[in-house]
């Protein structure tokens, strides 16, 4: 098995860490007695050559043949997991740039192959799918592999490895040069649509469906009847999935993802699905619950995704309100509060839930009842002031502590943090502000504090009760900060808090610009902040917040012209939009800020949205008619029917909705 080992120099090849002379160690104890600590080692392995992929490092050509050693042997206690990181590795080699792939790695794959396909003949299934799974997801061309994996199909008995198969096959008989066995492939492919097996027909689809387009779409049907099998199960022990029917039900469902009018028809029959009382073969829980749950999800992918299906699918999700599962009903709520107030027709219905403390069994532990507040924000309904200030109060939340933002493509439920669900309600700041002032008050929590003058700076002059206790924050070390951005979006005279904001703003702190923006704010005089802001705001480095607070001075920033001209060509998008925003509000001119903003905007018109954007939207707006050119660029971005956004999960909502609002309101004054 480790013949050739010592020949290799470690230390000087690289892995994720750097030098990589702990392989071999790793590899040893993989072989080792000890189940725990053999797992261990290659999970070890696994984090060191692979990682979260991007690259194929200079260690994994010299590892592949000793990990298929392992992986070959069946006294190895980790051969599963071992066999799997030579699948992920060889699907990473596939993805990954050229000049990211490990010089060594094409020579090693070639001499690796053929004991990669001698695996598929192993005696036990899970080796075999291992195998299978790793042949589907290589870069090996189709006239290498088609011929072992058409023979072994013929032999193959076990449901889960020929699941594999087809999925291999598909993938093998697209890769050129594909050879002679390629139309066998693919005629057993087309034959196995219509197989008697609903989850080889599921497999079949999947397989095929990028020769044939439209099959998806016009075999619904058969993949509804996969996922209501009750033999779905057998996905879970399969390489490729390895997931039960949620996992199922998104499988299919991304094949359906460019198509909403199909996808939503697909969600829309998986949410008919009744309660029911059957378990499914791990004796987990009910398999009704799962599909329930699994639809929810795939009908969050779908909503995340598109808005046409926006009014087809709510009253569906709002029918799993009060569903006997905790996962559905927060799921279901979680979904209403996503899209907002498109779901206000079901506030009443999300207004009951405000005292279900029912608990997901996820490690935050939300609950039903903080889901239902945050979909009665959404909505701006009322109905919400009464919990969120019991939670400002200290009752027990599940909301998040801080604010996540999350990339990716897909929907992730989950909650906000409390301090975001307040700053969207500006119109129940009155009712909310006592609570928000009794907390501030007594917290000693300086990141709280600060959370909570975000929301007194969003809620801007309807918080102006609060000024008297940011002043005594304003005298804190640790809290000024907070309470001089709260001040600042107030924007509220203040003789005492000016005093202490210009003290603020002339000592040498890297916070001094906000100092002096908040003194400017709170009544002071705009040459003073000026002498600090203005600075701040065209030198290198950070400056883009900076300049977005140079833009409130107006016309009393015309001295610094020069440099919003020049900055306004900048390079970086933030810096050239603020100081774009910024020369026109002092200056008043309109050719350079209008061209710098649609440089920032143009690709939005083709539905690319990067955050910047909407800034830039809002700004083009208060620039008025000169912005006709954004108007006509932009004219079609209502009609979009994918959303718009970068981060996913409830932003991704709000975002699509910010956006298209900004839009909407360019185009009224670019008419």
């Given at each position: ?534 600075p701040a705001a065209t030198q290198d480095g950070h400056r883009h917040p900076h300049l977005r607070k140079l833009a409130d001075f107006g016309p009393h920033a015309t001295g610094l012209a020069d440099g919003l001209r ?37 690709s939005l018109a083709d539905g690319h949205y990067v955050p910047v954007m909407l800034t830039a939207v809002r700004h083009l707006t208060r620039i008025g008619p000169a912005a006709r050119p954004a108007g006509r660029l ?38």
């Amino acid at each position: 098995m480790w013949e050739g080992l010592d020949a290799v120099d470690w230390a000087g090849l690289e892995h994720n860490y750097g030098p990589a002379q702990d392989v071999p160690g790793l590899l040893g104890r993989c072989a080792g007695p000890d189940r725990r600590d053999a797992e261990e080692a290659a999970d070890d392995l696994r984090n060191l050559l692979f990682h979260q992929g991007g690259w194929i490092c200079p260690a994994a050509p010299a590892a592949l043949p000793f990990l298929l050693r392992l992986g070959a042997r069946a006294d190895v206690l980790c051969r599963r997991s071992v066999l799997d990181l030579v699948a992920v590795l060889a699907a990473e080699a596939g993805r990954v740039a050229e000049k990211y792939l490990a010089p060594g790695w094409a020579a090693a794959w070639e001499r690796a192959l053929p004991e990669v396909l001698a695996l598929l003949a192993a005696p036990e299934a899970e080796v075999r799918r291992a195998a299978a799974d790793t042949l589907a997801d290589c870069t090996s061309p189709g006239e290498l592999i088609l011929p072992a994996l058409l023979d072994h199909w013929r032999t193959e008995s076990d449901l889960a490895t020929r699941l594999d198969l087809v999925v291999a096959l598909g993938a093998a008989s697209r890769r050129e040069p594909a050879g002679p066995r390629t139309a066998e492939a693919v005629e057993l492919l087309r034959a196995l649509l219509d197989d008697p097996e609903p989850q080889l027909c599921l497999a079949a689809v999947r397989s095929t469906a990028s020769r044939d387009p439209g099959l998806a779409e016009r075999r619904v049907d058969l993949l509804l009847a996969a996922v209501r099998d009750p033999g779905v199960d057998v996905w879970r022990h399969t390489s490729v999935l390895g997931g039960g029917v949620r996992a199922v039900q998104n499988w299919a469902g991304a094949l359906l993802a460019d198509s909403p009018a199909t996808h939503t028809s697909y969600v829309l029959r998986l949410l008919a699905d009744p309660p029911q009382s059957r378990t499914d073969r791990t004796g987990g829980a009910p398999l009704a619950d799962e599909r329930r749950i699994g639809a929810l999800a795939q009908a969050g992918e779908l909503l995340h995704r598109w808005r046409s299906p926006v009014d087809a699918l709510l009253p569906a999700v709002a029918a799993r309100l009060d569903d006997p599962n905790i996962e559905v009903r927060f799921r279901a709520t979680e979904l209403l509060a996503c899209v907002g107030p498109a779901a206000a027709v079901h506030a009443d219905a999300v207004a009951g839930l405000v005292d279900d403390t029912g608990r997901r069994g996820t490690r935050a532990g939300e609950t039903v009842a903080d889901a239902s507040l945050w979909a009665l924000a959404r909505m701006n309904d009322e109905r919400c002031v009464p919990g969120l200030v019991e939670r400002l109060a200290g009752a027990p939340s599940t909301f998040s502590k801080y604010g996540i933002h999350a990339g990716g493509k897909h929907h992730f439920p989950s909650l906000p943090a409390l301090h975001e669900v307040l700053a969207l309600l500006p119109d129940h700041a009155g009712a909310l502000l006592p609570a928000v002032r009794d907390r501030l008050g007594a917290t000693r929590d300086e990141h709280e504090a600060a959370r909570l003058c975000e929301v007194l700076a969003a809620w801007g002059h309807r918080a102006r009760t609060a000024v008297p206790a940011l002043v005594t924050l304003l005298e804190r070390d640790a809290d000024w900060v907070a309470a001089a951005t709260a001040l600042g979006g107030i924007g509220v005279e203040h003789a005492g808090a000016r005093d202490v904001l210009l003290a603020r703003s002339t000592a040498d702190d890297a916070n001094a610009p906000l100092a002096a923006w908040a003194y400017w704010r709170t009544g002071g005089e705009p040459e003073r902040a000026l002498e600090v802001l203005g600075p701040a705001a065209t030198q290198d480095g950070h400056r883009h917040p900076h300049l977005r607070k140079l833009a409130d001075f107006g016309p009393h920033a015309t001295g610094l012209a020069d440099g919003l001209r020049a900055l306004a060509r900048s390079k970086n998008e933030w810096t050239s939009v603020e100081a774009a925003h910024a020369l026109w509000a002092a200056t008043g001119e309109t050719e350079i800020p209008v061209r710098a903003l649609l440089r920032a905007v143009r690709s939005l018109a083709d539905g690319h949205y990067v955050p910047v954007m909407l800034t830039a939207v809002r700004h083009l707006t208060r620039i008025g008619p000169a912005a006709r050119p954004a108007g006509r660029l932009l004219r079609g971005v209502p009609d979009l029917d994918r959303r718009l956004y970068y981060f996913s999960g409830w932003r991704g909502f709000e975002t699509d909705e910010s956006i298209r609002t900004a839009v909407d309101d360019l185009l009224v004054v670019a008419d």
